[in-house]
């Protein structure tokens, strides 16, 4: 069945969402604050309308999805919650669970049964609508988290909307999505970040160590060039979660830099075997 679907933040995933959504004949309007912004993102098919203020398109629509970085989801959620009509189902990209779910909850109010956590964990550092694709979701892992007080028909809007984009479904509690991403997402950034610095701070690092690096140290340092203002916001929501994925893994560069110096090289080729091990499962 079709439906009117808004799309709050026509980003990289928003826009992705949306080229999409069009494709299955849903109406999508896109919500953002800079206008010359979205109707170029309309002259290019992403949306079949835009809009800066919130009556102009959110009355209307049956499914809210907020496309924004993690920091500014309730306050758009503030601005859209007087003109939602009570059977919409509102979800989000967020890559944070716990403080989204906990701030919706208290935005909503009554209508917080109609609200439902999303994380697609799809993306680029590349960002921006410019770069949206509607294969984006194809295979990817989308989080759908459960608090035990959303309505059961906004779930399965949810997961239907996912499902359709080509995502394979998790369901989960919100603090637990944020342990697991605290490791497997956000640790990963942080790492390819500290790496980054730390070569710029080195003192090797004039004229770009006169090109003597190779491919493996540039697939290592590509998530260091992701958003660092989106960046921040997931920090700031998730941070405890980091700090224990952080010092779980500097306790591990901890050995192997205490192995390598003591010349401890059976341990250290079983630490390799076991690295590759994992990387072949995942």
């Known amino acids: 069945m079709q439906k009117n679907v808004l799309i709050a933040g026509l980003g990289l995933l928003g826009g992705s969402l949306a080229l999409r959504l069009k494709e299955m004949d849903h109406t999508v309007n896109a919500l953002g604050r800079n206008r010359e912004r979205l109707e170029k993102a309309q002259e290019a098919g992403i949306a079949h309308s835009v809009a800066t203020?919130?009556?102009?398109?959110?009355?209307?629509?049956?499914?809210?999805?907020i496309g924004?970085?993690?920091g500014s989801i309730p306050a758009i959620a503030e601005a859209l919650t007087p003109f939602l009509k009570p059977e919409v189902v509102v979800t989000d990209v967020g890559s944070t669970k716990e403080w989204v779910c906990r701030n919706m909850r208290r935005i909503l109010g009554k209508k917080?049964?109609?609200?439902?956590?999303s994380h697609p964990m799809a993306g680029s550092e590349k960002t921006g609508c410019e770069n949206a694709s509607p294969r984006l979701f194809e295979g990817a892992k989308v989080v759908i988290t459960e608090t035990g007080e959303e309505d059961s028909d906004a779930v399965e809007t949810v997961k239907t909307l996912w499902e359709s984009t080509g995502a394979v479904i998790r369901v989960m509690e919100p603090e637990h999505h944020d342990r697991l991403v605290a490791s497997t997402s956000h640790?990963?950034?942080?790492a390819a970040f500290a790496m980054a610095y730390a070569l710029e701070k080195s003192p090797d690092a004039g004229e770009n160590f006169f090109g003597i690096y190779g491919k493996g140290l540039l697939d290592t340092l590509r998530i260091?060039?992701?958003d660092p203002v989106m960046w921040e916001d997931i920090i700031r929501s998730n941070r405890l979660n980091i700090a224990n994925a952080l010092e779980n893994y500097r306790g591990h560069l901890d050995v192997l830099e205490n192995w390598?110096?003591?010349?401890?090289y059976e341990e250290i080729v079983t630490l390799m075997k076991t690295a590759g091990e994992l990387r072949n499962r995942l």
């Not at 203020?53 to 999805?65: F, G, L, N, R, W």
């Not at 917080?112 to 956590?117: A, E, I, Q, T």
């Not at 640790?187 to 942080?190: D, E, N, T, V």
């Not at 390598?260 to 401890?264: L, N, P, S, Y």
């Open 68 to 70: 924004t970085p993690v």
């Open 260 to 264: 390598i110096r003591q010349g401890h």
């Open 224 to 226: 260091a060039a992701s």
């Open 187 to 190: 640790l990963p950034h942080a």
């Open 53 to 65: 203020d919130p009556k102009e398109v959110v009355p209307e629509a049956e499914i809210v999805i």
């Open 112 to 117: 917080k049964g109609r609200f439902v956590g």
